[in-house]
């Protein structure tokens, strides 16, 4: 099953919404220059109404690790998603492989090799463009993550929408998809019809392709891990 996660929440009644349509992730940006940004104590507010099976994935971008790991124990976050320039080592440092996801926006073959380089469960790539680290509402390179996919655990994220996304799920083949700007009225603030849709196509182009090439299966787990 293709995992799906719906970024940048803000309201507890997007964060419902999405759960209810059937959305297995809702991630929350503490980064405070991203329109998305939701301060720690809103965030812990939300994710107490939560469902139970949702996983509750913290978005951080080149913060210091104390912040993180104290954001993480308020906010009883059970994935983290370091979304900025963060290497390898600080990777470690911080949290178990299993709690980590790392995204990066390769631009050229040679750059898959660092990939490869991080202790974390999956890899996300995303698209960066005018010092912004994500959220861009642009496609990432679809033809980089395919390749990415065959070898890690791929979260592909990057301009996904309903009208993209069946192209998406084809041609890159991800464990799992971040969705943020393409189900929006604004930042911050998602459109429900948009939210349903998308992830009713996702789960149609599952039946269609009936599991094929799941080998290896990656789960964004709601069971929460130590940090460090």
């Not at 041609?171 to 948009?194: C, F, H, L, Y």
């Not at 998308?198 to 039946?207: D, M, S, T």
């Amino acid at each position: 099953m293709t995992q799906i996660k719906i970024c940048g929440i803000t309201s507890l009644e997007d964060a419902l919404h999405a759960a209810a349509c059937g959305a297995d992730a809702l991630g929350f940006i503490f980064y405070p220059p991203s329109p998305r940004y939701i301060p720690p104590t809103e965030a812990g507010e939300i994710i107490a109404r939560l469902p139970r099976y949702i996983c509750r994935v913290g978005v951080f971008v080149n913060q210091e690790e104390e912040a993180v790991r104290k954001t993480v124990a308020d906010c009883a976050l059970d994935m983290i998603q370091l979304h900025g320039d963060e290497p390898p080592d600080y990777c470690t440092r911080l949290a178990n492989r299993e709690m980590l996801i790392k995204a990066l926006a390769p631009s050229a073959e040679e750059e898959l090799r660092e990939a490869t380089r991080y202790p974390a469960a999956a890899i996300l790539v995303d698209a960066r463009t005018g010092g912004l680290y994500g959220g861009t509402g642009r496609r990432s390179s679809w033809t980089l993550a395919a390749q990415l996919s065959e070898k890690l655990k791929l979260i592909l994220a990057g301009g996904l929408d309903r009208e993209n996304i069946r192209e998406a799920l084809r041609q890159v083949r991800p464990r799992a998809v971040d969705i943020n700007s393409g189900v929006e009225t604004s930042p911050g603030k998602k459109d429900p019809e948009k939210v349903a849709e998308v992830i009713r196509i996702i789960r149609e182009e599952e039946k269609r392709s009936d599991g094929k090439g799941d080998e290896g299966v990656f789960r964004l787990s709601a069971c929460r891990r130590r940090i460090k």
